[in-house]
């Protein structure tokens, strides 16, 4: 008995439905996925970017005046705050410490600590929730 063309364009349609719908929560679940890991590489980059670059600024700002740690560290924390404004992350979420030291030949060292609590937008990895910490130690350029 031979189905009429119809008939069989209609069940093949249907397959194709059936095979979507399966389909469908393997591949948004691939792409929560995809999102959720790209913005956790992304924070780590700029918070850890954030880090250096306030430990870099800290360092400078002494340059050509009296070394005093700090202003070294004033102007990393001020850095910090304003890098992470600038990528739309929460400034007033972040644990931000400084600390400097004098090393052995007498140059100064400072080192800033960045916390940052991170949230994925699916959380679809709850291991990477805790957070991100980023830590950076710079030596300046000038001896006290």
Same mark, same amino acid.
């Given at each position: 008995m031979k189905l009429p063309s119809g008939a069989i364009r209609h069940a093949q349609r *249907?397959?194709?439905?059936i095979e979507f719908a399966l389909s469908l929560p393997v591949i948004i679940l691939v792409i929560a996925g995809i999102v959720d890991l790209? %913005?956790?590489l992304s924070a780590i980059y700029n918070i850890e970017r954030a880090?250096?670059?306030?430990?870099r600024v800290g360092a400078i700002t002494i340059d050509g005046t009296p070394p005093i740690g700090d202003d070294m560290q004033a102007a990393a924390v001020t850095h910090v705050t304003d890098v992470l404004s600038h990528i739309h992350?929460?400034?007033a979420r972040a644990r =931000?410490? =400084?600390s400097?030291?004098?090393g052995p030949q007498g140059y100064f060292y400072l080192t800033v600590s960045l916390d940052y609590p991170f949230t994925a937008? /699916? *959380?679809? /990895?709850?291991?990477?929730d805790d *957070?991100? %910490?980023?830590? /950076? =130690? =710079?030596?300046?350029?000038?001896q006290p």
């Amino acid at each position: 008995m031979k189905l009429p063309s119809g008939a069989i364009r209609h069940a093949q349609r *249907g397959a194709a439905m059936i095979e979507f719908a399966l389909s469908l929560p393997v591949i948004i679940l691939v792409i929560a996925g995809i999102v959720d890991l790209s %913005s956790y590489l992304s924070a780590i980059y700029n918070i850890e970017r954030a880090c250096r670059d306030a430990a870099r600024v800290g360092a400078i700002t002494i340059d050509g005046t009296p070394p005093i740690g700090d202003d070294m560290q004033a102007a990393a924390v001020t850095h910090v705050t304003d890098v992470l404004s600038h990528i739309h992350l929460d400034p007033a979420r972040a644990r =931000t410490a =400084t600390s400097w030291q004098i090393g052995p030949q007498g140059y100064f060292y400072l080192t800033v600590s960045l916390d940052y609590p991170f949230t994925a937008p /699916f *959380g679809l /990895f709850p291991h990477v929730d805790d *957070g991100l %910490s980023a830590s /950076f =130690t =710079t030596m300046t350029l000038v001896q006290p």
